[in-house]
């Protein structure tokens, strides 16, 4: 296998494992939970703009994408 081939692999395994994670995501605290771990990787996008790319991408609904939005939206409005 290619390591290009095992990059597309490994992106598509994070973002598989971030759309079970914001799927399961119940509560705002556990969005910023979610959110302040992904941040500790410097490689990581932030999640506004990785959730943004995902619902481009059609890899969400457009139902989960807009719940997510506006919590992470609302959430830097207020700081």
């Known amino acids: 296998m290619t390591s290009t081939a095992q990059r597309t692999i490994q992106t598509t395994t994070g973002e598989d494992m971030l759309i079970d994670a ?9 969005l910023m939970l979610l959110q302040e771990r992904l941040t500790s990787n410097p490689a990581n996008p932030p999640l506004f703009n990785w959730v943004c ?23 830097e409005s207020a700081n």
């Open 22 to 30: 914001l799927r399961g995501i119940k509560t705002k605290p556990e």
């Open 53 to 75: 790319n995902l619902l481009i991408e059609r890899r969400i609904s457009r139902g989960l994408a807009a719940r997510v939005l506006s919590q992470l939206h609302s959430d």
